[in-house]
């Protein structure tokens, strides 16, 4: 079985100030990793992913996530928000070996206010 | 990245009627898609695994008589909610792979009334 987790419903930061979105995973296999935001009413977007490699994944509008394997963590990061990236953050993992189902964490909402 | 569109992007109907969603890949082949249902500030839950030519997977817990599912060709797959009800209004989102990575749809909002 693979989970994934956010401990936090809510993250507010001041807009400049960096951000950290907090998420760690279960799996069996080896994890693929993904971060995506969701803006009010509309689908998913992807941001980014881990797969192999190097452990620091850059992405999309600036963001950047951190593959930790001992810690079985991938946080979001980005060094200064904008206002813009205020929205919904969902972290998701499957296992590599198995198929293509994604299990999602339950989302964190940013907050970036000005 | 890959795009995905779905259509419509809202739809109001009477209870007991049915709604068909479509879901296409525009610019790649998909021979699986997926189906999620979002709730309000909620996370996405599984509904159902497309696959081209073939019956879809559904989880447990959804009613594949209730929500019919259609992957008639490597770039479209259809989602019909039979005979909808109240409790069946959500926001629906379907996505498809393409290397490794799985591209949503924008989403479809159904108000049943």
């Known amino acids: 079985a693979q989970s994934v987790a956010q401990p936090e419903d809510q993250v507010n930061v001041a807009e400049g100030n960096p951000l950290t979105v907090k998420c760690t995973y279960s799996?069996?296999?080896?994890?693929?990793l993904f971060w995506y935001v969701q803006y009010p009413n509309r689908g998913l977007q992807f941001l980014l992913k881990?797969?192999?490699?190097?452990?620091l994944v850059k992405g999309s509008y600036g963001f950047e996530a951190e593959f930790n394997k001992s810690q079985t963590s991938f946080h979001l990061k980005k060094p200064s928000a904008l206002v813009s990236d205020s929205a919904l953050y969902f972290c998701a993992v499957r296992d590599g070996g198995a198929g293509n189902m994604l299990t999602f964490g339950g989302g964190t909402r940013l907050m970036v206010k000005p | 990245g890959a795009v995905v569109s779905q259509h419509p992007s809202r739809v109001i109907c009477k209870s007991g009627t049915s709604v068909k969603i479509e879901c296409r890949s525009l610019d790649f082949q998909a021979t699986t898609m997926f189906w999620y249902r979002q709730f309000p500030k909620k996370s996405l839950m599984l509904m159902a695994t497309?696959?081209?030519?073939?019956?879809?997977?559904?989880e447990q817990g959804v009613e594949k008589d209730k929500f019919l599912i259609n992957h008639a060709s490597l770039t479209l797959s259809t989602l019909t909610v039979t005979s909808a009800h109240p409790e069946d209004s959500s926001f629906y989102i379907c996505?498809?792979?393409?290397?490794?990575?799985?591209?949503f749809g924008p989403g479809t909002r159904l108000l049943v009334l």
């Open positions: 996505s498809a792979t393409r290397q490794e990575t799985q591209y």
């Open positions: 497309s696959n081209e030519g073939s019956k879809a997977t559904y």
């Open positions: 799996v069996s296999g080896n994890p693929y």
């Open positions: 881990y797969i192999t490699g190097d452990n």
